[in-house]
């Protein structure tokens, strides 16, 4: 595993910027984090690495995807018609440099 300084931010409407000091190996990016209930946890971005990494910088766009499950309303909004199930696609750009 390579010690990297990395930054990775979310896309979207409520953007994020994470940064700080992880690891990689051949295919992943695995990074601290904190969730919201406090506990510590270690973040894996997989297969986020598409080429081998020998020194100097390196930028890649990450793609998650989620399954959400959504409650229906009808027109009035006082009425439950049903549950919808989508999946959502979650982007990151992940940037980072070997240390």
Do not use: Q
């Amino acid at each position: 595993m390579n010690k990297v300084v990395f930054s990775v931010s979310k896309a979207g409407r409520s953007e994020s910027k994470v940064s700080g000091v992880g690891y990689i190996d051949d295919k992943n990016l695995y990074i601290p984090s904190i969730s919201k209930k406090g506990n510590p946890y270690i973040r894996v971005f997989e297969d986020c690495i598409k080429r081998p990494i020998t020194e100097g910088e390196y930028s890649t766009t990450y793609y998650e995807f989620h399954t959400v499950e959504f409650e229906v309303m009808n027109a009035s909004k006082t009425d439950k018609v049903g549950i919808e199930t989508r999946e959502i696609c979650v982007t990151y750009f992940i940037w980072f440099k070997l240390i």
